[in-house]
T-cell receptor, first 115, second 117 residues
């Protein structure tokens, strides 16, 4: 079956530090890949996505590149802010019965950015 | 307007009770989902409905029964609540997938935190 593995947290950084969260996946076919972010007390929001190999998703200074050869979708940000403190989830999408869509999530990585 | 809304946001109840969580989306999506997030933040799909038809049913106890009166609503009813049911339940929706269309993005509600005492 499909699975997503991401680095365990928490990851604690200082403001303006470089952030990398590793994500690797196992899937049949050609899934779409996503990073979702969950701020404290809130639901999940899509951060960025990539739908095919070598695509780069980017948003709010975050980037991730769909690497089929290494089955990876690592999230990076060059200079984090305190407001980036959240839990980040890597996910892949599998088409079910040509109608539904099943997102398989990684375990989440908590990121804490200190001033 | 909230795109995916869930009620209640918090629910505290005793073991053995029956409770429901409601979800509504105003995005015009055809597919809706329920996910469970445990205390370690792990997210797992429970159910998915497409246009009122059940299409995903993971290994969830049959005490959990989803109901979709129309494609904009997907409610979750839980019978005989147990301590292990304590979690945050997220509703989500997405467009129907067609060839060359949807990339699989889900839109989530803010979650309903269920605490079973």
């Amino acid at each position: 079956g499909n699975s997503v593995t991401q680095m365990e947290g928490p990851v604690t950084l200082s403001e303006e530090a470089f952030l990398t969260i590793n994500c690797t996946y196992t899937a049949t076919g050609y899934p779409s890949l996503f990073w979702y972010v969950q701020y404290p007390g809130e639901g999940l929001q899509l951060l960025l996505k990539a739908t095919k190999a070598d695509d780069k998703g980017s948003n709010k200074g975050f980037e991730a590149t769909y690497r089929k050869e290494t089955t990876s979708f690592h999230l990076e940000k060059g200079s984090v802010q305190v407001s980036d403190s959240a839990v980040y989830f890597c996910a892949l999408s599998a088409l079910i019965k040509a109608a539904g869509n099943k997102l398989t999530f990684g375990g989440g990585t908590r990121v804490l950015v200190k001033p | 307007d909230t795109a995916v809304s869930q009620t209640p946001k918090y629910l505290v109840t005793q073991m053995g009770n029956d409770k429901s969580i409601k979800c509504e989306q105003n995005l015009g999506h055809d597919t809706m989902y329920w996910y469970k997030q445990d205390s370690k933040k792990f997210l797992k799909i429970m159910f998915s409905y497409n246009n009122k038809e059940l299409i995903i049913n993971e290994t969830v106890p049959n005490r959990f029964s989803p109901k979709s009166p129309d494609k904009a609503h997907l409610n979750l009813h839980i019978n005989s609540l147990e301590l292990g049911d304590s979690a945050v339940y997220f509703c989500a929706s997405s467009r129907i997938l067609t060839s060359g269309g949807n990339t699989g993005e889900l839109f989530f509600g803010e979650g309903s935190r269920l605490t079973v005492l």
